[in-house]
């Protein structure tokens, strides 16, 4: 009755999901929306590849990033699926290989951290963290990786 158990799913992380974001990731300077891209110093990437999404939309889901298809037969009314032709990003082709920050469009959207923060030494622990993702979609060790390289390259 009075024992105490704690299970871990990674190795000296003992804090729930919840905890992790509410202490490291809520009252600071970066939440747990924040884009990981953002934590590694780019700002403003979601406005500048929807720029490139208006002006070079996929042909196909037309910048929408799924494809969907209305009374197929009786009782599917919608059937939606992502679209295989620009990844689901809605951009087409051309605007993939744009770039920005010196970075193209595709390595930003489907990149690890490892292709864009190349000018960190000690990325080892998060390297391999997809760039586009938001705080709250890593899991406990990704989190805690993160939160751990922006103290260790915290600027003064």
């Given at each position: 009755?009075?024992?105490?158990?704690?299970?871990?799913?990674?190795?000296?992380?003992?804090?729930?999901?919840?905890?992790?974001?509410?202490?490291?990731?809520?009252?600071?300077?970066?939440?747990?929306?924040?884009y990981v891209y953002?934590?590694?110093?780019?700002?403003?990437?979601?406005?500048?590849?929807?720029?490139?999404?208006?002006?070079?939309?996929?042909?196909?889901?037309?910048?929408?990033?799924?494809?969907?298809?209305?009374?197929?037969?009786?009782?599917?009314?919608?059937?939606?699926?992502?679209?295989?032709?620009?990844?689901?990003?809605?951009?087409?082709?051309?605007?993939?290989?744009?770039?920005?920050?010196?970075?193209d469009v595709q390595?930003?959207?489907?990149?690890?951290?490892?292709?864009?923060?190349?000018?960190?030494?000690?990325?080892?622990?998060?390297?391999?963290?997809s760039i586009f993702?938001?705080?709250?979609?890593?899991?406990?060790?990704?989190?805690?990786?993160?939160?751990?390289?922006?103290?260790?390259?915290?600027?003064?």
């Open positions: 009755m009075n024992n105490r158990i704690t299970i871990c799913d990674f190795d000296n992380i003992t804090e729930t999901r919840e905890y992790i974001i509410d202490k490291y990731f809520t009252n600071g300077k970066y939440k747990k929306l924040t953002e934590a590694f110093g780019y700002k403003k990437l979601v406005t500048l590849i929807n720029k490139i999404k208006a002006s070079h939309p996929c042909p196909f889901c037309k910048g929408k990033k799924v494809i969907s298809e209305d009374g197929l037969h009786d009782g599917v009314y919608k059937l939606t699926i992502p679209c295989v032709s620009c990844y689901a990003s809605g951009i087409n082709d051309e605007g993939r290989k744009e770039m920005v920050e010196g970075i390595t930003w959207l489907t990149g690890n951290v490892s292709e864009v923060a190349t000018e960190s030494s000690n990325i080892d622990a998060v390297a391999d963290i993702n938001r705080i709250r979609e890593l899991n406990k060790q990704e989190m805690m990786a993160v939160y751990q390289f922006l103290m260790d390259n915290k600027q003064p």
